[in-house]
């Protein structure tokens, strides 16, 4: 059993964990912050990501005593200040970038650090980012004009033939 500390969403939290405890589990667990999804458990799938550091992580792959004194973020900490969803969040319920919404806490933590370090994507980097971000649902389509949107930019026209 090991103690760990850590800020989750702003919030000091500590807890005694097995060495074994992933990331995703204890924050799921212990912290009852069931937004962090657990799909795969092979680090395929993104629907685990969370921000560690200020670096896009799938809790899956991290152990809870390795975010000891680290700062953690979780899709329950993207809201603004007010409770109300932020650009992205909105952008995904605006232009229809869920259907079941398993994929979409990941989508939208990964989509975060994305438009921090590249405030205008392109179509093409949208979709190579979101490689290890797994959506049974949607086709994409509607979450990259989510991603666009939330960075101030429209799909590109398709031109007729």
Avoid: W
């Amino acid at each position: 059993m090991a103690d760990v500390t850590m800020t989750v969403n702003g919030e000091e939290v500590s807890g005694t964990v097995e060495g074994r405890t992933l990331l995703v589990d204890y924050l799921r667990g212990p912290l009852r912050l069931t937004g962090t999804h657990v799909g795969c458990d092979t680090s395929q799938c993104g629907a685990c990501v969370v921000h560690v550091n200020g670096a896009a992580v799938k809790a899956c792959t991290m152990f809870a005593v390795e975010a000891e004194g680290c700062e953690v973020t979780t899709i329950e900490g993207m809201a603004n200040a007010d409770g109300s969803l932020n650009t992205i969040q909105q952008a995904f319920q605006d232009h229809h970038g869920l259907q079941c919404g398993f994929c979409t806490p990941g989508m939208v933590m990964s989509v975060a650090k994305l438009l921090e370090d590249n405030p205008k994507p392109s179509e093409h980097e949208i979709r190579e980012y979101l490689e290890g971000n797994i959506c049974r649902c949607t086709g994409y389509h509607n979450i990259v004009k989510a991603v666009l949107a939330a960075s101030g930019q429209q799909m590109p026209a398709i031109a007729a033939e």
